[in-house]
Each structure stands twice: as structure tokens, then as C-alpha cells.
Nanobody, 126 residues
Framework: QVQLVESGGGLVQAGGSLRLSCAAS????????MGWFRQAPGKEREFVAY????????NYADSVKGRFTISRDNAKNTMYLQMNSLKPEDTAVYYC???????????????????WGQGTQVTVSS
């Protein structure tokens, strides 16, 4: 059973930056697509970005494209989300997640991710 631990959240002013990290336990990290999702109060959990197992392909929600960058370091079992030009509407709990299936090319669907971290709060003030 993989364990995912997010860190790096906090309070930032609009226009600022944060870098989230997701540390994974186990030896199979490099075999799985990883994703970032977020959930604002009263809203459903939504896709933010994913990166394939090799790091060769990434995909972003339209709302964050051009501002956020997802990356991974398989040697460190860690995934990152660099968030720039933050907006108040980016305020949410951010979750990292691992695909249910190894080697899959990538998905935006919450249901396709089977392991989740506990989340880290990101608050952007106006």
C-alpha cells in the first residue's frame, strides 16, 4: 500500500507562488502516472494536472495552464507542483494521487486514481 504525503501549502497573496511536494513510499513510484487534484469548500474534487510514469507527458486543467508546472523525480519518489501567478480562485485543499493502474498513459478522472494523500491547504488572498 503506497503512502502519499503532501507538503508546501500555505497562505500567499494573489500573484505569488508556492511549490507543493508529494512524497511517496514504496519502490513502484516510477511505474505510475501521478496527479494533482484540488477541492474547494462546497465543490467537487477537480483535476489540476497529471504527469505520466516516465515524466514524458503532462496535462493540465485549462484553469491552471501556463501558470502551474507538474514535475517528478523518480529517484526521490517525489512529485511537485510549481504554482505561479496564483489567484484567489486557486484556494483549495490540494491532493496528490496515484493512478490505479501502472503504465497507463494518463487520466483526468478522479475515479482512475486509487491512492490519495491527506491534502495540503493552499489559500490565496486578494
Amino acid at each position: 500500500q503506497v503512502q502519499l504525503v503532501e507538503s508546501g501549502g500555505g497562505l500567499v497573496q494573489a500573484g505569488g507562488s508556492l511549490r507543493l511536494s508529494c512524497a511517496a513510499s514504496g519502490r513502484a513510484f516510477s511505474l505510475y502516472t501521478m496527479g494533482w487534484f484540488r477541492q474547494a469548500p462546497g465543490k467537487e474534487r477537480e483535476f489540476v494536472a497529471y504527469i505520466t510514469w516516465s515524466g514524458g507527458s503532462t496535462n493540465y486543467a485549462d484553469s491552471v495552464k501556463g501558470r502551474f508546472t507538474i514535475s517528478r523525480d523518480n529517484a526521490k519518489n517525489t512529485m511537485y507542483l510549481q504554482m505561479n501567478s496564483l489567484k484567489p480562485e486557486d484556494t483549495a485543499v490540494y491532493y496528490c494521487a496515484r493512478d490505479r493502474l501502472s503504465g497507463r498513459s494518463g487520466s483526468r478522472r478522479v475515479a482512475d486514481f486509487g491512492s490519495w494523500g491527506q491534502g495540503t491547504q493552499v489559500t490565496v488572498s486578494s
